[in-house]
């Protein structure tokens, strides 16, 4: 399975798991950043699933929440989590 | 946005953050004192990053702050880092996982260490691959109720009281009586850390525990708010005229119930042996007894000290979350964290914690 697929799946079950936040599966999508319409505990719950279904697709172990940051960028939108996902995996 | 080191002429708007968000901060003497105080960081001469904080449209939106302890195992020294402060801006709470990053990866750091997250803490941390201590029976407080009367009447009082914790209360009365051993033991009761203290770490080194620096400038920077407003009371104990080791309780006012609380944040034996242990958990009852006080509370320990305070008669009291929690990156502690519940025997004062009571 494809990492935009594996992405795809993680944002439904993030979605469906709980009514407060939602992610658009969308390139401009601000995950982490000042306007970003989620909180810590949100994008916590959802990079932990997402480094869930990589092991579970792909059998590869990522820490992502640590390793997000090193895209060192004041703002993440998922066009850049899905690149850097597709750089180290 | 911008994350940046935090500077100490920072204080006066951390602090206006941090009472905009209903949370405690030290007076700035005692918040500059972490760092200006602290042996470690005078050692490296200031070579430490104090926090950081999240600055938006010039303003301090979010806040952790980075205190170094020295923690120590069979004679060896290692580097922690104790988060604290850690307060971010409701509209602004994204950025809270930034700042956690930056205090969870630190460069030459053994151990990220809080022990005062609430749950929302405790989850985050957890993501960053923190892990919950792993110590015999840490997420239950011991209480020990001294004026049982004023406790439950205080409860009622509040009509706060609530109705589930009816069995603690009937079980305190009917404590176990202290079996207080043949008096082989004396007592000194100082309010300071004396030359006794200096390099008590040597002495420890064989406990098989790891713990964080008991030596007497450690000790008395991390307790100097106590000592200053005369809210530490250090119970040393002899076997003749041997030191054989101390207790520490601060006085303090546990809020919501109004009751003059005796917090007892070390409990140190170079040998454990049960009669000493015993002896010197009633003689920290006995002292609150003579000076009024409401009761006793203890978080932490290990299994042998928590056993004799059940015996003697602290009942359990289950904590909201389970808030020690460790990010170590040394492999060399693995083992020692993780493989053994005996080996660690932390409490408050191995976190930052013991800095708000």
């Not at chain 1, 916590?44 to 059998?59: A, G, M, Q, S, Y």
């Not at chain 2, 205080?154 to 305190?172: D, H, W």
């Not at chain 2, 082989?184 to 420890?204: A, G, H, R, T, V």
Request: proline share 1%.
């Amino acid at each position: 399975m494809d990492i935009d697929k594996i992405i795809e799946i993680t944002i439904a079950e993030f979605n469906d798991s709980q009514s407060e936040y939602e992610i658009s599966n969308k390139k401009d999508f601000l995950l982490i950043g000042n306007k970003s319409s989620l909180d810590s505990l949100a994008n916590v719950n959802f990079l932990t699933r997402l480094e869930k279904n990589i092991f579970k697709n792909k059998n590869k172990e990522i820490d992502l929440i640590n390793k997000i940051f090193l895209i060192k960028k004041e703002n993440i939108y998922l066009d850049d989590l899905t690149n850097f996902l597709k750089e180290n995996l | 946005m911008e994350i940046k080191k935090i500077s100490l002429l920072d204080y006066q708007e951390i602090l206006a953050l941090t009472k905009k968000n209903d949370l405690d901060i030290l007076n700035e003497k005692e918040w500059k004192s972490l760092w200006l105080d602290n042996p470690y960081y005078n050692d490296v001469k200031g070579e430490w990053t104090i926090g950081w904080k999240a600055v938006s449209e010039n303003k301090i939106v979010g806040v952790t702050l980075n205190i170094p302890f020295i923690f120590l195992f069979n004679g060896q020294k290692y580097l922690a880092a104790v988060c604290n402060n850690y307060v971010v801006d409701k509209e602004h709470r994204n950025i809270s996982l930034n700042l956690r990053y930056h205090f969870l990866n630190q460069q030459k750091v053994d151990l990220c260490i809080t022990n005062s997250a609430n749950n929302a803490s405790e989850k985050i941390m957890e993501a960053f691959k923190a892990r919950k201590i792993e110590q015999y029976d840490y997420q239950n407080r011991l209480i020990y109720l001294i004026n049982k009367k004023k406790v439950i009447l205080n409860s009622i009082k509040n009509f706060n009281f609530e109705f589930r914790k009816i069995p603690i209360f009937l079980q305190s009365f009917f404590n176990k009586k202290n079996k207080e051993p043949k008096k082989k033991f004396s007592f000194e009761i100082i309010n300071n850390f004396d030359d006794d203290f200096k390099n008590l770490d040597s002495k420890l080194s064989k406990s098989g525990k790891i713990f964080s620096s008991k030596d007497q400038n450690w000790l008395s920077w991390k307790y100097s708010k106590y000592i200053k407003t005369q809210n530490l009371i250090t119970l040393k104990i002899y076997k003749e005229k041997t030191f054989l080791g101390f207790a520490v309780l601060i006085k303090n006012i546990e809020k919501k119930y109004n009751f003059k609380r005796l917090s007892l944040t070390e409990l140190t034996l170079f040998d454990e042996e049960p009669l000493a242990l015993r002896s010197i958990i009633n003689h920290c009852l006995e002292i609150g007894k003579n000076i009024n006080f409401d009761l006793v509370d203890v978080v932490g320990f290990n299994e042998k000290k928590r056993k004799e305070l059940e015996n003697i008669g602290f009942i359990k009291k289950k904590s909201k979350n389970f808030n020690f929690l460790m990010k170590n990156n040394n492999k060399n502690l693995d083992k020692i964290l993780y493989n053994d519940i005996h080996i660690s025997d932390f409490s408050l004062t191995d976190g930052d914690g013991i800095f708000y009571l």
